[in-house]
Every structure is written in C-alpha cells, then in structure tokens.
C-alpha cells in the first residue's frame, strides 16, 4: 500500500518548537517533490512549504517565512518540518504530500499524488 505517514504533532506552548517528519511506504519518495499543508477548523487546506527533489529548492507561505524550515534526507527516505516561534495561528492538522514531479511550483492540490493522514500541531498556553 501507497502511503505517507506523519509524526511529530503534539502540543506546545506559544514560542516553541516542533519537527514533523514525513515518510513513504510502499515506495521511495527521493524522486518526488514534497509539500507540507495544514487544514485549521472551519478553514481551508493551505500550502506551508514545499522542496524539490533534490533538496536544493523550497518554498514557503508568506505566513511561515522565517520561521519554519524544510529539509529532507533522501538516504533515510524522509522529510521533516522544522517549526519554531511557533503561534496559536499555527494550530492546525498538518499533512505532508507528494507531488507528481521533482520541482515546486505552487500547492495545487490536484498535483500532488500521495497523502498523508495528517498530524495535529496545537500551540496553546
């Protein structure tokens, strides 16, 4: 089975971190650009971040600039989402997802393939 799997969620304080990670199953995502997305209650899924496949590229929401940071390890198959300073406004379901290419262009979501279930970020005191 095709799929990606999300850890890292959990609850923090206002101005504290998190890192998500991103891993495939069933098949090697080094070939894919990956996105990151988030889908807070009563809103719409919105793009956080994305990186091309080799890594050397990313993108990110004006809303996360700075703040957040994309990284992937091709050799251990995985993408991470570094998240620090983090704000109540950050409190969402964050989903990672495979694009159909190797670039960023946009979050489109009918170009990326694979999706994660998602993992909740609250940031609350």
């Known amino acids: 089975q095709l799929q990606l799997v999300e850890s890292g969620g959990g609850l923090v304080q206002p101005g504290g971190s998190l890192r998500l990670s991103c891993a495939a199953s069933g098949f090697i995502l080094d070939y894919n650009a990956i996105g990151w997305f988030r889908q807070a209650p009563g809103k719409e899924r919105e793009g956080v971040s994305c990186?091309?496949?080799?890594?050397?590229?990313?993108n990110y929401a004006d809303s996360v600039k700075g703040r957040f940071t994309i990284s992937r390890n091709n050799a251990k198959h995985t993408v991470y989402l570094q998240m620090n300073s983090l704000k109540p406004e950050d409190t969402a379901v964050y989903y990672c997802?495979?694009?159909?290419?190797?670039?960023?262009?946009?979050?489109?979501?009918?170009?990326?393939?694979?999706w994660g279930q998602g993992t909740q970020v609250t940031v609350s005191s």
């Open positions: 997802a495979s694009r159909n290419d190797r670039y960023c262009s946009g979050y489109e979501p009918t170009l990326y393939g694979y």
């Open positions: 990186i091309a496949s080799s890594g050397r590229s990313t």
